[in-house]
């Protein structure tokens, strides 16, 4: 996945756990390319804390494929992930 920065460093740190924890575990594996709305919808019906925790991680995520998609591709549309929990 791309990397993104954030001005906080505790942001950083914590969007990075997040990653770790529940990201990367299901979707480390693939290309950033690669990934479709199906893929994130199967990762968000696995996630089983809290939902506002998983609004939160899908933010992260989201904020990643739109920076990221962005940056490779400008004149086109970040991948359209799924409905957010």
Excluded at 17 to 32: A, E, K, Q
Excluded at 67 to 78: A, C, E, F, S, T
């Amino acid at each position: 996945m791309a990397a993104v920065q954030f001005a906080d460093p505790n942001t950083a740190h914590q969007v990075g756990v997040r990653f770790r924890l529940h990201v990367y575990p299901t979707l480390g594996h693939l290309p950033m390319k690669t990934v479709t709305p199906s893929h994130i919808r199967h990762w968000l019906h696995g996630l089983t804390m809290a939902r506002s925790y998983q609004r939160t991680i899908f933010a992260n995520v989201s904020q990643v494929f739109t920076r990221g998609g962005r940056r490779r591709h400008p004149r086109q549309k970040p991948l359209p992930l799924a409905h957010r929990p």
